[in-house]
């Protein structure tokens, strides 16, 4: 029974190591998230840059964030399969017009409101686009799409890569109005459905909706003092009804008091002067 027993002690010695090695590893991510937070604290007092400014060049985003209004523009999709048609679909709903230019088409897609054109494509078929998708089975032929867009002056999305095109199609949900669009900012379309099916849970209901545009519109008529007490009271009643309250308490609850992420690198007692190089 002896070896048994070493080859158990051994598992749990591994275990052990296992664990530290993972107590280690989130130990580092926790300093590097504490140093960048320094770093974009002491750039924001040095250069005058906003903080968000600094944090988005920090991470790499690039992306702009928008909603734009494109009824009645003119749209062309190169391509005729299920992409193609998820794309033309998602430009008819914005009321574009849509033209889709392909050998053959889905079912579905000839279907659909569009103007379809069964051939290969042309660079000259970019010209007067505002809104162009690349979505073939063939790279070069998204390449060349792409490029000619780019060239025209286009919003161009690329299907198969989205790093050649400027604009990407975020996965959305909307309810009674509201309508919140999702990107992971890289190519993880699991993450953004599942981020926007848990959004969609949370989204008001069109009655809550009315409820909460009328109090704001009676509230806007008060004298300033009740006024600003009234919006007051709205934007605590609206976050409640989020969970945003209850998720506040939560994470009061867990930290520690007077906890200070910056005493895990012993840096607590960092003042302004010290960014500006001067001595507290």
Not at 158 to 164: C, E, I, K, M, T
Request: hydrophobic letters at 45%.
């Amino acid at each position: 029974m002896q070896p048994v027993r070493a080859k158990g002690a051994r598992g749990c010695l591994c275990r052990l190591s296992q664990r530290e090695e993972s107590r280690e590893t989130v130990g580092k991510g926790r300093s590097a998230r504490v140093l960048k937070a320094v770093v974009i604290s002491f750039l924001t007092v040095r250069s005058g840059t906003p903080a968000p400014v600094l944090n988005a060049i920090l991470h790499g985003v690039s992306l702009l964030p928008v909603f734009l209004d494109l009824r009645g523009e003119s749209a062309l999709v190169v391509g005729g399969g299920v992409v193609a048609l998820r794309r033309a679909m998602t430009l008819l709903e914005a009321g574009l017009n849509v033209t889709v230019v392909a050998p053959s088409l889905h079912p579905d897609l000839e279907a659909l409101p569009v103007r379809a054109e069964r051939r290969t494509y042309l660079s000259s078929d970019v010209q007067g686009q505002r809104v162009v998708v690349a979505a073939t089975d063939s790279p070069t032929v998204n390449a060349a799409v792409s490029g000619d867009a780019r060239a025209a002056g286009a919003l161009v999305n690329h299907a198969g890569d989205a790093q050649q095109g400027s604009l990407r199609f975020a996965a959305t949900t909307a309810k009674a109005g509201v309508q919140v669009a999702v990107s992971s900012g890289r190519e993880l379309p699991m993450l953004t459905q599942a981020l926007t099916e848990r959004i969609a849970a949370l989204l008001p209901s069109e009655e809550q909706l009315d409820s909460w545009t009328a109090y704001r519109e009676e509230a806007l008529r008060l004298e300033p003092e009740a006024k600003a007490a009234a919006l007051a009271q709205l934007r605590t009643d609206i976050r409640a009804a989020l969970g945003l309250a209850a998720l506040a308490l939560a994470e009061s609850s867990r930290r520690p008091v007077g906890a200070n992420p910056l005493e895990a690198l012993g840096l607590n007692s960092l003042s302004q002067d010290t960014f500006s190089g001067g001595t507290a």
